[in-house]
């Protein structure tokens, strides 16, 4: 996968978790939950639904890799969807 297409998953779902909220206005190094108003199931809820949709296993202990857009974005890219 290129990384506009992780890109893309990564924001689609991110509108799926918080449909009131613009993913593309998310600031890419801060926080996934504070910007997006989200609790902790929710998080939950977006590591397994990209890890649904990459085919790309995240382990519990890189969730925290995973807390903002570039900090996914990078993992996915790492863990081999790219």
Do not use: Q, W
């Given at each position: 996968m290129t990384p506009d297409e992780i890109k893309r998953v990564l924001f689609e779902e991110l509108g799926n978790i918080a449909p009131e909220a613009d993913p593309a206005a998310v600031d890419p190094d801060a926080d996934l939950r504070e910007e997006l108003d989200i609790d902790?199931?929710?998080f939950l809820n977006l590591i397994i639904?990209?890890?649904k949709r990459l085919k790309v296993e995240?382990?519990?202990a890189d969730y925290a890799r995973l807390a903002t857009v570039n900090g996914a974005?990078?993992?996915?890219a790492r863990a081999g969807t790219a």
């Amino acid at each position: 996968m290129t990384p506009d297409e992780i890109k893309r998953v990564l924001f689609e779902e991110l509108g799926n978790i918080a449909p009131e909220a613009d993913p593309a206005a998310v600031d890419p190094d801060a926080d996934l939950r504070e910007e997006l108003d989200i609790d902790s199931m929710d998080f939950l809820n977006l590591i397994i639904a990209l890890h649904k949709r990459l085919k790309v296993e995240i382990p519990e202990a890189d969730y925290a890799r995973l807390a903002t857009v570039n900090g996914a974005l990078g993992y996915l890219a790492r863990a081999g969807t790219a």
